[in-house]
């Protein structure tokens, strides 16, 4: 039998396929429904200070090879979300990673306490949403602004914190690295990256916010060389996400450097049980390729 | 593809105090009664429609103005375009019954007109509405095969009563394979509750704050999990029985809980 669990930063994972944050995971329920489909922990929904409706409609659409989305970072708030997160531990044990955006370091500080007091295992700083303004990418494109924020969280919380790294930089490494300065446990890449779609005959940006982030398969080899660069350079673990929609994708992933993954937009291309049907496609590649354990792959594709 | 194709307003009419019919050119796949589209008005928001119309090369969807979206849509004029995308959702599926109780309430009358029309076992339609000018697709329905039942609060039209109420005086006096309901939750909650009783099958078709439509953002969510979008909006009395909000409470777009 081959092992596909992971231990990262002295979190336990059954296996390596997490949901990602945004999808499914604005309340308990969904949340759990995306567990009973094999996932073997949960992202939440970012979670701000105050309620936010976020963009209006349209905020998702799909172009080729993957999905566009402006949605506006919409969450009910960290103080009626814990009662989510509460309701989530009540019914069941994986991992929960606590998903969190500010306009500053004080309020990326109150949010990351009281997740923690929420009882989550991990925090991922949501540095790095390119269509909110004032949040995200507008703060996780600056190093310096980076470091302080993670340092500041590192010294109000416990539990291991991971930040949540955008490809529209220059050089992700640097922001990477500016993270891993201020303490980060390790690192989540990548957010969607930035793009537009315009409807020719309405002559209009289709989505409200205009532009917005492009998901699925078309940015999994940005995400892919995103890993590999991070892993390359810095000494800390790592979350790839972007496109996975097979076992295939995951390795990919895995070698490039990552120890866990995430799954979002590939729900809707195969469905709500995607987690359990990637696991058994990864675990098949392993018993043909006989490798006994997942955690030997992780960065095995440098050399 | 889940993206808003531009497509023509073809007629619009208002058929009420503050309710339209809209038809519109369609050129991708033809709905299912039950199921919906997401109509994009540029400038203002995207919102869900259930289809009430269903023709070769036209879709057509009644709506009342509620909101800043339907206000915009209710003033552009034909020929203008607007965007169109789907069909989504599970839509009605009456095929294995034989004797079948439609009930509309309000503007959900709208979204049954069409599996009315489809059906062809034997039918009763209720429709109930707070007046009579409320009443969409009344004509239609009276040109159907079914035998229908009209009411409205006030009494302007059919009996003055509450739509549940006419059900269930129906439901003791006849017997039905299957209820299909559109309508005002708390309505559709009650009736749901008095099939169970009479352990009648149950297809509601359900609303929630929608977003994506295709099953990723969570926005429309029910019990665990269950997307309107995709699940649904149709779920019958199996699926009903599990979600505790069924008739209690939905979310609004920031996700916080809203009483019904």
């Known amino acids: 039998m081959v092992d596909i669990s992971m231990t990262v930063a002295g979190v336990h994972f059954k296996h390596p396929l997490l949901l990602a944050s945004g999808v499914m995971d604005e309340d308990a329920g969904s949340m759990l429904r995306m567990v009973k489909g094999g996932a073997g922990g949960v992202v939440t929904k970012s979670i701000g200070m105050n309620p936010r409706s976020g963009h209006t409609n349209p905020t998702v659409v799909e172009v080729e090879g993957g999905w566009l989305n402006a949605m506006g970072l919409p969450n009910p708030g960290i103080d009626e979300y814990v009662d989510e997160i509460a309701s989530f531990k009540n019914h069941c044990d994986v991992p929960v990673i606590g998903s969190i955006f500010g306009a500053d370091a004080e309020q990326f500080c109150t949010l990351a306490k009281k997740m923690q007091d929420g009882n989550v295992e991990m925090l991922e700083l949501n540095v790095s949403c390119p269509h909110a303004k004032g949040f995200g990418l507008q703060l996780g494109s600056d190093p310096e602004l980076v470091e302080e924020i993670v340092s500041s969280v590192k010294s109000s919380v416990s539990i291991p914190v991971f930040v949540k790294l955008s490809p529209n930089v220059t050089d992700i490494v640097k922001i990477g690295a500016a993270a891993v300065d201020g303490g980060a446990d390790g690192l989540v890449a990548i957010n969607t990256v930035k793009a537009m779609s315009i409807n020719v005959d309405l002559m209009a940006p289709v989505l409200s916010n205009g532009f917005g982030g492009l998901c699925g398969p078309a940015i999994r080899p940005i995400g892919v060389r995103c890993i590999y660069e991070l892993y390359d350079a810095l000494d800390v673990p790592l979350i790839g996400v972007g496109g996975i929609c097979s076992g295939n994708d995951v390795l990919e992933y895995v070698m490039a450097g990552a120890s866990l993954v995430q799954i979002g937009s590939g729900i809707a291309n195969r469905g709500v049980d995607i987690f359990s049907c990637v696991c058994d496609e990864i675990v098949e590649w392993m018993m043909k390729n006989k490798v006994d354990s997942l955690c030997d792959l992780v960065g095995g594709a440098h050399r | ?260």
């Open chain 2, 1 to 260: 593809m889940n993206m808003p194709v531009a497509c023509k307003i073809l007629s619009k009419e208002q058929v009420g105090n503050d309710l339209y019919s809209m038809i519109c050119s369609w050129g991708g796949i033809k709905p299912s009664p039950g199921q919906f589209v997401m109509v994009w008005i540029v400038g203002s928001d995207e919102i869900p429609m259930s289809v009430s119309l269903i023709e070769e090369g036209r879709i057509g969807f009644t709506f009342r103005v509620v909101g800043d979206a339907t206000k915009a849509l209710s003033q552009m004029g034909e020929g203008s375009c607007i965007g169109l995308r789907g069909p989504y959702g599970n839509g009605f599926d009456c095929s294995k019954y034989s004797k079948v109780l439609f009930v509309g309430g309000g503007t959900g009358i709208a979204s049954i007109v069409a599996a009315v029309e489809s059906f062809v076992g034997e039918s009763v339609v209720v429709i109930g509405a707070r007046c009579k000018d409320q009443l969409v697709g009344k004509n239609r329905l009276e040109s159907s095969d079914a035998k229908v039942v009209m009411c409205t609060d006030d009494g302007s039209c059919g009996q003055k009563a509450f739509t549940s109420e006419v059900v269930e005086r129906l439901l003791d006096d006849e017997s039905f394979d299957l209820v299909v309901m559109c309508g005002p939750e708390a309505m559709m909650k009650k009736i749901y509750d008095l099939c169970r009783k009479k352990t009648i099958c149950v297809q509601a078709s359900l609303e929630r704050f929608m977003k994506c439509a295709v099953g990723l953002c969570g926005q429309c969510c029910i019990g665990e999990g269950m997307r309107v979008c995709v699940d649904g909006p149709v779920f019958d009395e199996s699926q009903l029985a599990l979600f505790d909000d069924f008739g209690a409470f939905s979310r609004d777009a920031s996700g916080k809980k809203v009483n019904l």
